[in-house]
Structures are given as structure tokens and as C-alpha cells.
């Protein structure tokens, strides 16, 4: 067969792959460029598809956290009240029944009515002053309860968001495995290097901006992987949240909650500045600008960490920009 045939033959096979990742499509089999243009479709998929998947295992790990807080401290105010209880118990039944007794049996032999009586009501005055402390903390104990099974419906409803869109890695697993094939039919597919050391960053940015985008650039070359967080390998806003990190600004953990901790910190498109986060349409993606219309940012399975111009493409994609 003649290598013009080969390659043809090659190409109708990569487009009837793609094709068929495509239910509903119409029989002819499409062009090179439409094999491409799915791939990107493909990508903005699996990107929120791992967003979803992100937001929900934070979500859960948020909640988990505040409920195992608030349990142990149920427990130990549990504890301290038991204490106090078996103190109280043991006061009213040495003082009020052996106390009384070994009263009115000074008063007896003593006669010594004022002191007996006296005595009876210290140990009243002791009694009703521990109980009064065992109902102030049963009272802050019951609080604590009432905020810790609050705690945990939050947890059980994290639980059950996190059980339903675990269902939803199998299929980031199966669009990963199915972008992996066509990256890889497209010799395209960049496996990275988990300890790339990245290149220098000379761009215009200052102060924190430099140093997030310093460490950002650091990590170039290093692979993509949907939950990454470094230090080998990144998803799109584990980068963002390490890059600003190294310059001690505390960003959320997915492209979610970075927009949302950003609500007060948005800047127009035309006015971006070096550091600025920048956020795709719909949330599934998102990057840092890097200065002179470069963005550096962590694409998606079979390709790495890397910096890119914001062409038309891209501009076209963006929703907005946040500044740390």
C-alpha cells in the first residue's frame, strides 16, 4: 500500500474513533479538524465532570472535619458532666443521709442545736451548688449535642453528595481513557515528568503575583492528573491553590470555590495583571495569567503543566478573572 493510502487510512480510522465517542452523529465519517474539535469537547467534559467530582470530595472532607471536632468535644464535656453527676450523687448521699445523722448526734450529746443546724445547711448550700454547676454544663453539653447532629446531618448530606458523584469517576476514568487513546492516535499524548524543574519565569509580575507565578512555572512540564496537587503532578486549580500557596495567599481547593472565595475580587478581562486567576465558562477550567497575553495553567489528561497565549481561542473561553 502506498504511504498517501497509509496515512488517509489512518486518518478515516482516528475519525471514525472519535466519531463513535459521539452518539447521534451523522455516518460520514468527519475531518481531522473535527476529530480535534471533539477531542476539545471531550476535554471541557471530562474538565467539569473532575470539577464536580473536586467540589464533592471537599465538601465531604470540610464537613468531616468540623463533625469530628465538635464530636470530640461532645465527648469530652460528656465525660466532665458524668463526673460531676457521680459527684453530686455521692454528695447528697454522704450529706444528706451519713451528714444529718452525724449532726444530730453532735446535737445530741453536744447540745449544740445552732451547730447542727448550721452544718445541715452547709451541706444544702453544697448540694444545691453543685447541682446548680451539673445543670449549667448538662445545658452546655446539650448545646454542644445539638451543634455536633447538626454537624453531622451536613456530614451525612456531604456523604450522600460524595457517594453520588463518586459514581461519576468512572466516568472521568473512562473520559480519560478515551482522550488518552485519541491523544495517543493523534501522537499528541505528553506523558510529563513528575520532577521537572520547570523554567525560570521573567515576566513583568511583583511582589506575591511573582512569587506565585515563579513556583507556577517551576512546575512546567510536570503531567496532569484530575485531584492533583502537586508536587509531581496538577490538576487546573491544584496548580492555582499550590502556586499561591508558595506566596502565602490560602486559596480553596477547586475552580468552584477559587471563583467563589474571588466574588469581591473580580477585575475585567482588559485589565488583567500578572497573577490574576483566570476562570473558563462553566467553571471546568481554569489558569493564572502570567503577563504579555501568556497564561500558565494545567490543561488536561496527556498533557502538562504549561504556558500558552491568550488567542482568540481562549478569550473566547473565559468567563472571568479574580485577583488573589
Known amino acids: 500500500m502506498a504511504a498517501g493510502s497509509g496515512r488517509t487510512a489512518m486518518t478515516v480510522t482516528l475519525a471514525l474513533a472519535v466519531w463513535s465517542a459521539f452518539p447521534g452523529a451523522a455516518a460520514a465519517?468527519?475531518?481531522?479538524?473535527?476529530?480535534?474539535?471533539?477531542?476539545?469537547?471531550?476535554?471541557?467534559?471530562?474538565?467539569?465532570?473532575?470539577?464536580?467530582?473536586?467540589?464533592?470530595?471537599?465538601?465531604?472532607?470540610?464537613?468531616?472535619?468540623?463533625?469530628?471536632?465538635?464530636?470530640?468535644?461532645?465527648?469530652?464535656?460528656?465525660?466532665?458532666?458524668?463526673?460531676?453527676?457521680?459527684?453530686?450523687?455521692?454528695?447528697?448521699?454522704?450529706?444528706?443521709?451519713?451528714?444529718?445523722?452525724?449532726g444530730w448526734?453532735?446535737?445530741?450529746?453536744?447540745?449544740?442545736p445552732e451547730s447542727a443546724l448550721g452544718s445541715m445547711a452547709s451541706f444544702e448550700a453544697i448540694a444545691a451548688d453543685r447541682a446548680a454547676k451539673l445543670r449549667?454544663?448538662?445545658?452546655?453539653?446539650?448545646?454542644?449535642?445539638?451543634r455536633r447532629d447538626a454537624a453531622q446531618r451536613l456530614l451525612t448530606e456531604a456523604s450522600t453528595a460524595r457517594d453520588r458523584v463518586r459514581g461519576e469517576r468512572t466516568k472521568v476514568e473512562k473520559l480519560i481513557a478515551r482522550q488518552t487513546k485519541l491523544l495517543r492516535k493523534l501522537n499528541?499524548?505528553?506523558?510529563?515528568?513528575?520532577?521537572?524543574?520547570?523554567?525560570?519565569?521573567?515576566?513583568?509580575?511583583s511582589g506575591n503575583a511573582r512569587r506565585a507565578l515563579q513556583f507556577a512555572f517551576a512546575q512546567i512540564g510536570k503531567p496532569y492528573r484530575f485531584g492533583g496537587t502537586g508536587p509531581g503532578s496538577y490538576d487546573c486549580s491544584g496548580l492555582t491553590?499550590?502556586?499561591?500557596?508558595?506566596?502565602?495567599?490560602?486559596?480553596?481547593?477547586?475552580?468552584?470555590?477559587?471563583w467563589s472565595w474571588g466574588a469581591?475580587?473580580?477585575?475585567?478581562?482588559?485589565?488583567?495583571?500578572?497573577?490574576?486567576?483566570?476562570?473558563?465558562?462553566?467553571?471546568?477550567?481554569?489558569?493564572?495569567?502570567?503577563?504579555?497575553?501568556?497564561?500558565?495553567?494545567?490543561?488536561?489528561?496527556?498533557?502538562?503543566?504549561?504556558?500558552?497565549?491568550?488567542?482568540?481561542?481562549?478569550?473566547?473561553?473565559?468567563?472571568?478573572?479574580?485577583?488573589?
Do not use: C
Open 29 to 102: 465519517a468527519p475531518s481531522p479538524a473535527k476529530v480535534k474539535a471533539d477531542l476539545v469537547k471531550l476535554n471541557e467534559r471530562a474538565d467539569q465532570v473532575v470539577e464536580q467530582y473536586n467540589q464533592a470530595a471537599e465538601t465531604y472532607k470540610t464537613a468531616k472535619k468540623k463533625y469530628d471536632v465538635l464530636n470530640t468535644e461532645v465527648k469530652s464535656k460528656a465525660t466532665l458532666a458524668d463526673a460531676l453527676r457521680e459527684d453530686l450523687v455521692t454528695a447528697l448521699v454522704g450529706d444528706y443521709q451519713s451528714g444529718p445523722f452525724t
Open 241 to 258: 491553590q499550590a502556586a499561591w500557596r508558595a506566596a502565602g495567599v490560602s486559596l480553596p481547593r477547586t475552580t468552584w470555590t477559587q
Open 188 to 205: 499528541a499524548y505528553r506523558a510529563g515528568n513528575p520532577t521537572s524543574s520547570g523554567i525560570p519565569y521573567t515576566g513583568p509580575a
Open 264 to 324: 469581591a475580587r473580580k477585575v475585567p478581562l482588559n485589565a488583567l495583571q500578572p497573577g490574576d486567576l483566570l476562570f473558563s465558562k462553566g467553571l471546568g477550567h481554569m489558569g493564572m495569567y502570567a503577563g504579555n497575553g501568556k497564561m500558565v495553567h494545567a490543561p488536561q489528561t496527556g498533557d502538562v503543566v504549561k504556558v500558552v497565549d491568550l488567542d482568540d481561542y481562549w478569550r473566547n473561553r473565559l468567563l472571568g478573572a479574580v485577583r488573589p
Open 136 to 146: 449549667a454544663y448538662e445545658a452546655t453539653t446539650k448545646a454542644l449535642r445539638d
Open 105 to 112: 448526734q453532735s446535737f445530741a450529746f453536744k447540745g449544740d
